[in-house]
Nanobody, 115 residues
Framework: QVQLVESGGGLVQAGGSLRLSCAASGIIFSINAMRWYRQAPGKQREWLAG???????NYANSVKGRFTISRDNAKNTVDLQMNSLKPEDTAVYYC?????????WGQGTQVTVST
């Protein structure tokens, strides 16, 4: 059974930093590309960043230069380091992977950025 569990969300002031982590189980983690998304109230889910099995990364323009995605195949985790946070970064953040013909999402972790 595939499980993705996010952690690390919370309340932070504008300009601050948070590090999110997603722990994966039930998959051969090292061969799977992983992604982070977010969804703000009343908005569509937005792709933020992706990392391949070969550690190649790409980012949405909205977070490029502020967020960094990384993975640790020994721990089966994918992290999202978020710096210079803005109030518009407030959202629920989700980890995602596609494997075995199926989409898998974590339960999400809330990030709130105050002014």
């Amino acid at each position: 059974q595939v499980q993705l569990v996010e952690s690390g969300g919370g309340l932070v002031q504008a300009g601050g930093s948070l590090r999110l982590s997603c722990a994966a189980s039930g998959i051969i983690f090292s061969i799977n590309a992983m992604r982070w998304y977010r969804q703000a109230p009343g908005k569509q889910r937005e792709w933020l960043a992706g990392i391949t099995s070969g550690h190649n990364t790409n980012y949405a323009n909205s977070v490029k230069g502020r967020f960094t995605i990384s993975r640790d195949n020994a721990k089966n985790t994918v992290d999202l380091q978020m710096n210079s946070l803005k109030p518009e970064d407030t959202a629920v953040y989700y980890c995602y992977t596609f494997t075995g013909g199926n989409n898998y999402w974590g339960q999400g972790t809330q990030v709130t950025v105050s002014t």
